[in-house]
């Protein structure tokens, strides 16, 4: 491993990315087994309470997740099978389906808070609250950089 040459340290931490999602995906699925959910199902759950709890829009799920709206609305048709959340219409506009959170997501966010208190010491352990901080606004810069990349960057080009 050459950490003086940029190219080779990109492309180490691009694929470092995958293997920690992978990694983190495993784990959490063994966990939420117990409560009938997947990793991606628990996800809109937590989207849906990062936009403020609100009966939420596919579409502005679909944003915070990153993934398309179709993807949302299946996770979401199978979270509203197991009892988590309701698909309602929007008063206003009967096009817009919202989610509507219900008593059980309380439920499972009270039985997780402890194992996620566990999961987030163990995993972040090695690191002090500068380095923390640190890490917290480099995630924010890649993520802001991904909203500028779309799949025709890849695209084959003629000079």
């Known amino acids: 491993m050459n950490r003086n040459d940029p190219f080779y340290t990109q492309k180490y931490i691009f694929g470092n990315l995958f293997y920690l999602s992978n990694k983190l995906q495993t784990i959490m699925d063994q966990k939420l087994k117990a409560f009938d959910i ?34 949302v609305k299946k996770l979401a048709l199978k979270l509203e099978q197991k009892g988590f959340v309701q698909i309602v219409k929007d008063q206003k506009d009967k096009r817009v389906s919202r989610i509507l959170v219900l008593e059980k997501v309380n439920l499972l966010r009270q039985n997780l808070n402890e194992s996620a208190g566990q999961l987030f010491n163990t995993l972040f352990r090695e690191l002090d609250k500068d380095q923390l901080i640190s890490l917290f606004e480099q995630i924010n810069r890649i993520s802001a950089a991904l909203e500028g990349i779309t799949p025709d960057l890849f695209a084959d080009r003629e000079e």
Do not use: V
């Open 38 to 71: 997947t990793t991606k199902q628990w996800f809109l759950l937590a989207s849906i309470e990062k936009l403020g709890g609100l009966p939420a829009t596919i579409d502005e799920i679909s944003e915070t997740m990153g993934c398309s709206h179709q993807n």
